[in-house]
């Protein structure tokens, strides 16, 4: 039934977008938000004028665009192996992605999965119980990190780069997109870390031929692509949170390259936003119901259809989690096919989205740095993760790179080093919500509030 539902969408042209970082589990109930074109282009498309690849190229890489592609090429790969599955995910709640996974192990598949435990242990525990009374091998991601990368690598040969969870219940409405790599470089890359992390060994995650890891080479690869574009930038993130990306965007309007951001609206980006748009980036977004396209997917193209173009897609969100902290997987790539078909996806949202005014979000003074009399400062900011739970995340920026950060507030402690650019997420789990939380970094103070 919900593989005819997906042909049928198809067939109307129905352009969706996902949920969250987690399952969209209040969408359950949603209707299929209003057709967008999008056409999901494969890696043997016709190059744009003016580039040039071998077919041999063209083949190692193939895009999904969801949803009308529909989850049916991944199916199909994991009910197609014959030596083994891995599969590492943020979150699994998919009864036919699930059945798959334990019919291959009834055969005598060697299969793998590693599930987030950080902050999804709770949905994520059914999936996990289905799976190991199955013969499937589970394993939970490290406590206290939170594994938010979504790849399946079947047989040691094609492993599948993922922006999208494997939550059936946000397929119909998610626009999100699936990367099919047989690269050799990647998939040993890949199948490399994976083996670590089940093992539960620390790992420096090779690059592959155009990986994009996070923490690794995350931010860097981020900033390459926006600071390297000339002409154009198409952008779709479901986070505006990381004040570098957003600076380099602005910089990148500034400088006369046609920006483009779309998004889901959320209150809580409204502050960059605003200031992207000052700084002239064309920002259109969709309302956050149900009737409308959702924005999961996670990519930035350059330059399309021009020398030296580029996408990069995978599972990072503009945040300081995702790029300086998760364990994320994206790829960075030149291939004129699967820039065509990610560039026309996000062209056809841009058309289908509202134009964002910053006067909606009147510009905020920063809470100025207090400063010590050795010069040492620090700011932060708090939000609520899961308030069921008194899950806070506490975010600092600070003059004092590689310095432990430590959080407190009603007792209750934790802390992180900051990065070379000094900042750094803390997660602080019990405090009630509106505690007063104290940060310290080396020989600065600050505080703040969730």
């Known amino acids: 039934m919900y593989r005819n539902m997906l042909i049928m969408l198809t067939a109307a042209a129905l352009a969706a977008g996902a949920g969250a970082c987690g399952s969209t589990s209040s969408r359950q109930n949603a209707q299929p938000p209003a057709p967008v074109p999008a056409p999901a282009l494969s890696a043997t498309a016709v190059a744009p004028a003016g580039v040039h690849h071998s077919a041999r190229r063209a083949a190692t890489l193939r895009v999904l665009t969801e949803p009308q592609a529909g989850l049916g090429p991944i199916y199909r790969l994991i009910a197609g192996a014959r030596t083994s599955v891995d599969l590492t995910m943020y979150e699994l709640a998919d009864p036919t992605a699930e059945a798959d996974l334990a019919g291959d192990a009834a055969r005598g598949v060697d299969v793998r999965v590693i599930l987030d435990r950080h902050l999804e242990q709770t949905r994520n525990t059914s999936a996990y119980d289905y799976l190991a009374a199955r013969g499937v091998h589970v394993r939970w991601g490290p406590a206290g990190t939170t594994y938010h990368q ?234 609520v993760y899961n308030a069921d739970d008194d899950e806070n995340n506490v975010y600092v920026h600070s003059s004092q790179p590689y310095q432990n950060a430590a959080a407190n507030a009603d007792g209750y402690t934790h802390s992180y080093q900051t990065n070379g650019s000094g900042y750094a997420l803390i997660y602080l789990n019990g405090p009630p919500p509106g505690a007063q939380i104290t940060v310290t970094v080396g020989a600065a103070t600050c505080t703040t509030s969730d």
């Open 150 to 383: 979504k790849t399946l690598t079947v047989d040691d040969r094609t492993s599948v780069i993922m922006t999208l969870n494997l939550v059936a219940e946000d397929y119909p409405g998610t626009r999100d997109f699936a990367v099919i790599d047989k690269k050799h470089a990647d998939v040993s890359a890949i199948v490399t870390t994976f083996n670590a992390d089940f093992a539960g060994h620390a790992v420096t995650p090779p690059d592959g031929t155009d990986l994009v890891w996070s923490p690794a080479n995350a931010e860097a690869s981020v900033l390459s692509v926006i600071n390297g574009a000339t002409r154009t930038l198409a952008v779709e993130n479901e986070e505006m949170g990381d004040s570098v990306v957003t600076s380099a965007l602005e910089a990148a309007a500034r400088r006369g390259v046609r920006v483009q951001i779309i998004m889901t609206a959320d209150s809580e980006w409204d502050e960059a936003l605003g200031e992207l748009a000052r700084a002239g980036v064309h920002v259109r977004l969709y309302p956050d119901d149900s009737s409308a396209l959702y924005i999961h997917a996670k990519a930035i193209v350059a330059d399309a259809g021009r020398p030296g173009q580029r996408v990069l897609v995978g599972s990072q969100n503009f945040s300081v989690a995702s790029l300086d902290y998760n364990r994320e997987l994206g790829i960075l790539t030149a291939s004129p096919a699967v820039v065509a078909a990610i560039s026309a996806a996000l062209a056809g949202d841009y058309d289908g989205a509202a134009p964002y005014s910053p006067a909606a979000a009147p510009k905020l003074s920063p809470k100025p740095a207090r400063a010590t009399a050795s010069g040492a400062w620090c700011t932060a900011t708090a939000s």
